[in-house]
């Protein structure tokens, strides 16, 4: 009987021992989730009362609207254009090494408009 009740209550104890409580790793993330969500409706709140604030986020809209608009004017710049395409070979000028190549699109007055890298 006792080669059956040692072992027994050496397991018991390291059953007991292993199942030690965890939930206080967690017990205060509930609190920080009720937490979060009250400053969320608090921000929500105030967003909604002070809708004059709006103006400068329509200022924002407005430059990112006009920045859109001039690279759609540039695109059709490069359309419209009678572009000439040159090929050219990018090349280091310390080494003389050949770094590269590609198309690089010129307007009538000789200016670069855009360079286009191939490999």
Do not use: H, W
């Amino acid at each position: 009987m006792r080669f059956f009740l040692i072992p027994f209550l050496v397991s018991l104890m390291a059953v007991l021992t292993a199942c030690n409580s965890e939930d206080d790793n967690y017990s205060g993330v509930g609190k920080l989730i009720a937490d979060r969500n009250k400053m969320r409706y608090q921000l929500a709140e105030e967003t909604g009362n002070n809708k004059g604030k709006t103006e400068a986020s329509n200022q924002s809209i407005d430059s990112v609207s006009k920045d859109a608009s001039e690279k759609l004017d540039r695109k059709k710049e490069l359309l419209t254009n009678g572009l000439d395409e040159k090929q050219i070979v990018i090349v280091d000028s310390s080494s003389g090494e050949r770094l590269g190549q590609g198309v690089a699109y010129v307007n009538q007055k000789g200016e670069i408009i855009k360079i286009k890298l191939s490999n």
